[in-house]
């Protein structure tokens, strides 16, 4: 069997360098791309071939599928914590903040203040690093080794930053109803000025090395439009939104947490290609830098080793948990949250994670396992684009828009 | 203006425009329930549409197993009204739980919910009548066949000793 489609007849299906190409009709083919990891995790995309322009692309999720809205439903309320931050590894903070949330609705308490600057501290770690992971896999897309490189090297920055405060890499399950898990460790403020100056200095590398390189802009630039009206009909999320000229950022319009004392701004881009979804990351990047700069400057101002639990359950803890605090500077889960009942009610979240906004609604009977979690990820609101966008453009154009889009597979499927 | 006097106007608005479509309204934790029959669904939504509720959030379904009904829920907000943005509004209806329940789609009103109403028929079984490509999206067929997230399907917890 030859390894090109000459004299292919119709019905006929061949692997031509590792894909799958069915002659569908004369001059028409269907290409599977994926689903072992086209980019970022397993997904596959079927296309079909008009010479070498996408006419049709059916995105074929759920490879990655874990179950996690049934998984949910067997689990009492704190155990839920680490099962959906598999969904991003690397924004996990990010990813189970707003179930935290709406489980602190339910139960009608919010967070000491000292407990909120932290849970937006780690957030934004979690964004930098979600964002430099993304650029990595676009510079692999494009064939840009280096850029695959430098930000999979920085992100290791971010990555041990989270680690020193929550004491795990990834999946810290940090923030936890009535607060978070572990008090900023002495010198940490330093470690995130010293972070910051390095990360801006190398972004400006970045925008030489990648941004601004010519051979990058030719192949980004008008290539994968996503028009204002057309992204909004999409519902599209995040970046990708902000870069067709939609300023929707959920810590604006909704401000959690204590993203209303700080200061910051939400980098909107008009154009709406694969180049602007790349310029709204590293701008985002910047803005993030700002807000962790403010947030360790106004932990730094408060009283240490207090106020990062609840007292519905702190002041119940017996001394011992006191006295860990105070030593470690670790929150001891109490046992309380083991069997933790929620009082009946639906309640609905919403936060903007790295990728974009991620929503839950949660519904409790009162027991001590919801009733139901539903759970709607950045990527999975995403993933439209590929149906609604590829179409029109070249085959070759695919990797750019791919890349562009920041997709994440096991973050779509759940 | 505070984000619960914007909820209760923007309620005010949604009373007048959907008029006697509405068949109850509730307020929870975060969102409000606008409930509508099966059957005006979609013009609710194109009123809602028409009111700047630009995109959908959320599809959610859930198994009400003990009143023997789905609670059909489209939770919608806004990217172009800064304003409306900060409110979600839930759609639901109410319909019998079946093995074909059916419910008509609103992918023709908003484009954002096209899959997730797939999600919805694969794991529910509920068929949303016009959906213009109504298949599973994220399981494989005979998987999606047992309708997972129905409440009557229950996932039996392994042994460490396997029989």
Redesign the interface.
């Known amino acids: 069997m030859s390894s090109d489609v000459r004299g292919m007849s119709v019905g006929e299906t061949r692997r031509i360098h590792g894909l799958e190409v069915k002659k569908i009709a004369r001059d028409l083919y269907e290409v599977f791309i994926g689903p072992q990891h086209p980019g970022s995790g397993h997904m596959r995309i079927i296309v079909r071939l008009d010479g070498d322009v996408i006419v049709e692309a059916d995105p074929d999720?759920?490879y990655v599928?874990r179950?996690v809205?049934?998984?949910s439903e067997?689990r009492q309320w704190i155990k839920i914590i680490p099962l959906i931050e598999r969904m991003a590894i690397l924004d996990a903070c990010n990813v189970t903040l707003p179930y935290v949330e709406?489980v602190e609705?339910?139960l009608g308490i919010e967070p000491p203040e000292r407990a909120k600057f932290l849970r937006v501290l780690l957030c934004e770690i979690n964004r930098i690093a979600s964002h430099l992971y993304g650029m990595g896999i676009f510079g692999v897309f494009l064939g840009h080794s280096t850029m695959y490189m430098w930000p999979f090297g920085d992100r290791e920055v971010f990555v041990e930053l989270a680690e020193w405060l929550t004491g795990a890499r990834l999946t810290h399950s940090y923030p936890v109803p009535g607060g978070v898990r572990r008090d900023m460790p002495e010198g940490f403020a330093d470690a995130v000025r010293k972070a910051a100056r390095y990360m801006r200095k190398r972004l400006e590398e970045y925008r030489k090395i990648f941004l601004d390189n010519p051979v990058i802009r030719r192949r980004l630039e008008g290539v994968g439009v996503i028009p204002k009206k057309l992204?909004?009909?999409?519902?599209i999320v995040g970046p990708n939104?902000r870069a067709s000229g939609?300023?929707?950022d959920v810590r604006i319009?909704?401000p959690y947490e204590v993203y209303d004392e700080l200061e910051f701004e939400v980098p909107v881009f008009e154009e709406g290609d694969a180049l602007a979804r790349a310029w709204v990351r590293v701008e985002e990047i910047k803005q993030s830098l700002n807000i962790i700069e403010q947030v360790v400057e106004r932990l730094e101002k408060m009283p240490k080793g207090e106020g990062l639990m609840h007292d519905r359950f702190w002041a119940k803890a017996p001394p011992l948990f006191k006295q860990v605090l105070q030593k470690e500077g670790r929150v001891k889960l109490m046992p309380i949250m083991a069997m933790l009942r929620v009082p009946k009610?639906?309640?609905?979240?919403?936060a903007e994670a790295g990728r974009g906004?991620i929503?839950y609604?949660v519904?409790s009977d009162g027991g001590i396992t919801p009733?139901?979690v539903?759970v709607?990820t950045p990527s999975?609101?995403n993933?439209?684009v590929f149906k609604?966008v590829l179409p029109g453009h070249r085959l070759a154009d695919l990797p750019a828009i791919y890349g562009s889009i920041d997709y994440f597979p096991p973050e779509a499927?759940? | 203006m505070s984000n619960s006097n914007i909820t209760q106007e923007v309620v005010e608005r949604i009373k007048s425009t959907l008029g006697d479509l509405v068949k109850g309204i509730e307020e929870h934790k975060g969102f409000v329930t606008v409930y509508v029959d099966p059957e005006n669904l979609v013009k609710a939504a194109s009123l809602l549409k028409s009111m700047g509720f630009d995109h959908v959030k959320s599809v959610t379904v859930v198994d009400r197993i003990k009143e023997k009904v789905f609670h059909v829920g489209y939770h919608v907000s806004s990217f172009s009204d800064p304003e409306l943005a900060k409110v979600v509004v839930e759609l639901a209806t109410i319909i019998s739980r079946e093995d074909d329940a059916k419910v008509p789609s609103l992918t023709g009103v908003w484009t954002s919910a096209e899959f997730q109403e797939r999600e919805a028929y694969e794991f529910f079984g509920i068929i949303f009548e016009g959906h213009p490509d109504l298949r599973p999206i994220l399981l494989a067929p005979d998987v999606a066949e047992k309708r997972p997230l129905r409440k009557d399907f229950v996932v039996k917890e392994e042994g460490i000793y396997r029989e």
């Open positions: 999720l759920g599928h179950t809205e049934k998984l067997g709406a609705k339910l992204a909004i009909e999409l519902g939104l939609v300023r929707y319009v909704e009610g639906r309640a609905f979240a919403r906004e929503i609604y519904e009733y139901r539903r709607v999975f609101k993933a439209i609604h499927d759940r």
